[in-house]
């Protein structure tokens, strides 16, 4: 049994007359601790696949298997534990609350995974110093830079200390010197036994994982 | 199942209550305007449910306390039976059967009745009553000293009760004054002056009139002259007339309701002098045909008061036994009562429907929000939020809302019916009257109005909350 196994998983869109299999038939594993790169072209169904394996998405047919354990079976309330618990996920775009500052964006995840009131602060403060970034507590997302706001998004990701991380194209946004920064973040995340599953447009970044999937037209082509 | 989990407004004891009022207060502060424009509505129907039902409860208390402490509540009266024009002619004159004549025999069988108090009777006739070269008419109310330590008579502003049962002395009510142009000085004087610019009124203080006198002028009835007038004998009058002077012995608070009004009891005099009045001769057709069976009513009506007001009703039935026709505002106060739930149910819908509004506005804010902050949901969900922790921010901006609503409502509410209040007293005043609190705030409307705020709230959160729980995460996150 591997540690994540998607099974003939399958997520078509339906719009009047036309239908889109983002996702068309899928089936691969991944193993405890892998770093994985997803590349594809635009449309391709990676964001599709990501929000299906962080439960934020539900699949029209298949399964995903977390040890074993279908993750669709339980309804919302297995999808809620799992993105508490089980994953963390890194956008594109940050995906900050605006009215909240670093430290509290990171405190609602917390709140949400259960840690009391006064364990919070000192966590969110512990897990900014984490990426550096131990100082930017206090300010507001508009006042971060791309490079900081993602490595606030990833402290928020690591709230719950979860096993997986899921990152959809984490430095999108970010020019070369701050998407080294955050891609050796996540290489380190690796190296303390993290399971990483990144979306990636850029070929540089796919040779930092052990192994890249392509992706094209909702299927899988082979294994690179 | 819990009815927390049952109703999926799941928040565990990470998500406490203090986090939710937290986040509430912050997510309404970041659009503070369109927040506090809301508020303002749940205030003004707050404010106006308030004020309504105030001033429908202050109408009713006014009205039942002035009944009590009159002692209205616990008093039957007695009236004469009434002319039962449906009997033949010839039975009129057959006096036993008509009733009981209101005269001291029977005041001491009432005052045997288990339950009664007091009884007393009233005697009473028409008049002139003149002071100085003004004059006007009236029914003066002939009774004994001793009703003076009754509940009804101890509004005295000067001087004090009828001290003697057969000497000419008077107590007299501000509504008489009034309508003998005299002006006392509970009232606000100097307004009135200046308002009476013809110089119409006198103006004296309570105490002065005491020891000045009135004059009665009552008239008397011949039946025989009456015949010779209609004959034609010019020197036959049927009618004379008699002037009894009265020593005013103390002054009262006028029992009427508006400077038109008249009381029976605006002249009191002894019971034993009214009797030495020659009057007219009869109240009513039943007393002139019952003149001749040498069974006159001694009194125009009998008050009786009762010790404890739970022994109305049986006095009352003792009393109709004995074939009496008996009257006690305190059955009427039930109507009363009715008809003031009838008022106050109608002021309440007033107010109601302003809170429907409010509520719409409260929804309007609530979805308007939603749609703004469809990314944060979004994100909210990725990061491990359930629905119901969804719902209860929702559900916490909706309380908090309801609750400032409520307390800003209660106040502005408040501040709306003093200064109502203010305004309505000063027209009182200038016209002569004395002021009354008009509005009356029972606890339970306090309670009730924050708490019907609050539930307001929830059931306008109920449809926006709902369907920020439902926002797809992947849908939301997607716009940017
Ligand atoms: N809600 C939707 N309704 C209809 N079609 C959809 C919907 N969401 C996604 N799609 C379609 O599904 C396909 C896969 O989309 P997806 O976002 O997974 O692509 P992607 O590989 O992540 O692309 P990109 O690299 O541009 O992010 C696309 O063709 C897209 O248009
Ligand atoms: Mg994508």
């Known amino acids: ?224 | 199942m819990t009815v927390r989990s049952f109703l999926n407004l799941e928040h565990p004891d990470n998500m406490t209550t203090l986090d939710l009022i937290r986040m509430a207060l912050r997510n309404l502060w970041r659009t503070r305007l369109r927040s506090s424009l809301t508020i303002l509505g749940v205030m003004i129907g707050i404010g106006a449910l308030i004020s309504m039902v105030a001033f429908g409860s202050g109408m009713e208390k006014n009205i039942s306390d002035a009944f009590t402490s009159s002692g209205l509540f616990s008093r039957i009266t007695i009236t004469p039976v009434k002319l039962d024009m449906n009997r033949p002619m010839e039975s009129l004159t057959d006096t036993s059967g008509i009733s009981v004549p209101l005269d001291d025999e029977l005041l001491e069988k009432i005052r045997l009745i288990p339950g009664v108090e007091e009884a007393y009777g009233e005697i009473q006739q028409p008049a002139k009553v003149a002071w100085k070269e003004n004059e006007t008419t009236l029914t003066y109310t002939g009774v004994s000293p001793e009703v003076g330590k009754t509940k009804a008579y101890q509004n005295l502003l000067a001087g004090t009760f009828l001290t003697s049962d057969t000497l000419g002395q008077a107590v007299i009510s501000t509504d008489l004054l009034r309508r003998l142009k005299i002006r006392i000085d509970s009232e606000d004087m100097e307004r009135a002056k200046k308002k009476d610019t013809a110089n119409i009124y006198t103006y004296l203080k309570a105490e002065d009139l005491i020891g000045d006198t009135l004059l009665l002028s009552t008239a008397t009835f011949h039946p025989m002259q009456m015949m010779g007038a209609l004959t034609g004998n010019q020197e036959a009058n049927p009618l004379s007339e008699r002037v009894s002077p009265l020593v005013i012995v103390g002054v009262r608070e006028g029992e009427s309701d508006g400077p038109a009004d008249r009381s029976n009891t605006d002249l009191l005099i002894p019971e034993g002098f009214a009797t030495t009045i020659p009057s007219i001769g009869f109240n009513s057709i039943t007393e002139f045909l019952r003149k001749g069976s040498g069974k006159p009513d001694k009194y125009a009506t009998i008050q009786v008061t009762v010790a404890n007001p739970n022994n109305l009703t049986p006095v009352r039935q003792e009393l109709e036994k004995m074939g009496l026709k008996v009257f006690a505002l305190a059955e009427q106060m039930k109507e009363i009562r009715r008809a003031f739930l009838a008022v106050n149910a109608v002021l309440g819908v007033v107010g109601f429907i302003a809170l429907i509004v409010a509520g719409l506005g409260i929804i309007n804010t609530l979805l308007m929000s939603i749609l703004e902050r469809t990314r944060e949901i979004g994100i909210m969900k990725a990061i491990g939020g359930s629905e119901g922790q969804i719902k209860s921010v929702f559900f916490g901006e909706a309380a908090v809302i309801g609750l400032v609503g409520a307390i800003g409502g209660i106040i502005l509410g408040w501040l709306v019916t003093l200064a109502a209040g203010a305004i309505i007293n000063m027209k009182i005043k200038e016209m002569g009257e004395v002021p009354v609190d008009l509005f009356y705030f029972p606890w339970w409307l306090i309670i009730g109005s924050i708490g019907f705020a609050i539930g307001l709230s929830l059931i306008a959160g109920l449809y926006p909350a709902a369907r920020a729980a439902r926002i797809d995460p992947v849908e939301a996150l997607r716009w940017s």
């Open chain 1, 1 to 224: 049994m591997a540690f994540i196994e998607i099974d003939h998983i399958r997520k078509i869109y339906r719009k009047a007359t036309v239908t889109v299999p983002a996702v068309n038939d899928i089936s691969f594993v991944i193993e405890k601790g892998e770093f994985l790169a997803i590349v594809g072209k635009s449309g391709s169904g990676k964001s599709t696949l990501l929000n299906l394996l962080g439960g934020l998405d539900t699949p029209t047919s298949g399964e995903i298997r977390f040890e074993g354990e279908n993750l669709f079976a339980e309804g919302k309330d297995g999808l809620v534990r799992h993105r508490r618990h089980r994953v963390g996920m890194v956008f594109q775009s940050f995906q900050l609350i605006p009215g909240q500052t670093a430290a509290e964006n990171i405190e609602l995840a917390l709140a949400f995974g259960g840690v009391s009131r006064t364990e919070r602060h000192t966590r969110a403060l512990e897990l900014l110093a984490q990426v550096g970034l131990a100082e930017r507590a206090n300010h507001y997302p508009t006042e971060l830079s791309g490079g900081e706001a993602q490595r606030v998004a990833i402290a928020r990701a690591l709230a719950n200390d979860p096993d997986i991380l899921l990152a959809d194209e984490p430095t999108g946004n970010l020019d070369t010197q701050n998407g080294d920064i955050v891609l050796s973040i996540l290489q380190d995340l690796h190296r303390q036994g993290r399971t990483i599953i990144m979306i990636t447009h850029d070929p540089d970044m796919a040779q930092v994982a052990q192994r890249t999937i392509r992706m094209q037209d909702g299927q899988l082509l082979e294994a690179l």
